[in-house]
């Protein structure tokens, strides 16, 4: 009946959880488990709590008010081209020129094009696991092999260099990093960093920088691949604005990469979406150019968070988590509770009432982990935090 390249198709795991936790709220006897009527935390999905900015706000508004209301250049409007290619160049130390940038709606629908652009049948990604549920799905959908490569827990989520190794082959044709991480919150080490460019510098293959998180990084300076010598021309550099600017409803995010690619992969996101929404793509400026100061003081609240969160995870027994060094999630191993991490997710949902995201939403070598997301306030934090240490304490010890 179906196409057989949708076959493996579903709805993601984190929206499938946010359903499941939307029907408890709202229908408080329908699992029957007496358990239903209790609120439920939230802490599943990546959606920063913060609302976007007033600036920001107004300029869309403006701009509607205008009447930027018609089709606009299916790349982005220019103004917002040129400002990303800016930024980007002065954040990466490249020289970035606006007809290397597409603005899409969102930074995912950026992944799918570009995939849909670079690979075919017979072609390997190599991406990593845990990772954005995004890339295995959209490979396989454009006929290309996924190539897997697990992150390293006791390097604090880095990457292993020697797994990387042994999957590059003659068909590989693209590498996808993602840090700051989702799902883990790692960041890469720099000798790996390092290691790595040495690795691909000189080989035939593309490489997809997902740097959505670049500005939530609690320590250290942000690098990207794509500042190394000889890197610029390879990589494909993703980055938007719903988590900096908490702007996640508004789809808004862009690539910046090759001209030729970036002609094609625009050519996609035409055919598909004909061009992002006009009067939203101002609001991109305005985030750019207008007061940075109210990121810093959402990153610091961030952190504190996160030092909540990761406290009084590892303060429950079998539980242990890593800090993390970017974005706004913590992925505490589970595997001494001897439970799956889906069950212990469904386990926190209905008898506990915290909705997390089993691991295996980001993979097969995220089994034994779950996902908290910490954007959320620290008041239901800590009640998180003790509805899981009751349970834990009740059912494991």
């Known amino acids: 009946m179906f196409a057989k390249r949708v076959a493996h198709l579903r709805p993601t795991g984190a929206f499938e959880f946010l359903d499941k936790a939307k029907k408890l709220e709202a229908h408080p006897s329908q699992h029957g488990t007496g ?163 040495d690795l ?55 690539g910046v990469m090759d001209k030729e690619l970036a002609y094609k992969v625009a050519s996609v996101l035409i055919q598909c979406n004909s061009c992002t929404t006009s009067f939203i793509q101002p609001a991109g400026v305005e985030a750019i150019k207008g007061p940075q100061g109210i990121v810093k003081e959402r990153l610091e609240i961030y952190r504190k968070r996160r030092d909540i969160i990761v406290d009084g995870l590892n303060s429950i027994p079998k539980i242990r988590c890593v800090r993390p060094k970017g974005a706004f999630y913590a992925f505490p191993n589970i595997k001494e509770l001897g439970i799956s991490s889906r069950e212990l997710a469904l386990r926190l949902l209905y008898e506990a009432g915290v909705c997390c995201l089993p691991g295996t939403v980001f993979g097969k070598f995220a089994e034994g982990y779950i996902r908290f997301t910490y954007s959320n306030s620290e008041s239901n934090i800590k009640e998180a935090l003790n509805r899981i240490k009751k349970f834990i304490s009740k059912e494991f010890t």
């Open 35 to 197: 358990r239903e009527g209790k609120s439920i935390i939230h802490l599943e999905i990546g959606a920063p709590d913060f609302d976007t900015p007033d600036n920001i706000k107004d300029a869309a508004i403006k701009s509607l008010k205008n009447g930027l209301t018609k089709y606009v250049q299916g790349a982005g409007i220019p103004e917002l081209r040129e400002t990303i290619a800016t930024h980007i160049a002065k954040t990466r130390n490249i020289s970035v020129s606006p007809d290397e940038v597409v603005v899409g709606p969102g930074a995912s629908p950026i992944i799918f094009y570009l995939i849909l652009a670079l690979i075919e049948a017979g072609d390997e990604v190599i991406y990593p696991d845990p990772g954005f549920f995004t890339y295995e799905p959209v490979t396989i959908f454009a006929g290309g092999t996924p190539c897997p490569v697990h992150l390293i827990e006791e390097k604090g989520f880095s990457i292993d260099l020697e797994e990387i190794k042994a999957n590059l082959s003659p068909r590989t044709k693209l590498l996808i990093l993602n840090f700051p991480h989702n799902p883990t919150g790692g960041m890469i080490l720099k000798e790996d960093l390092d290691a790595l460019v």
């Open 200 to 254: 691909v510098r000189d080989r035939d293959i593309w490489i997809l920088s997902d740097e959505v998180y670049s500005q939530m990084l609690y320590e250290g300076d942000f690098c990207s691949i794509a500042s190394y010598p000889g890197m610029k021309e390879k990589t494909i550099i993703l980055d938007g604005f719903s988590k900096t600017y908490a702007m996640t409803g508004w789809r808004l995010g862009y």
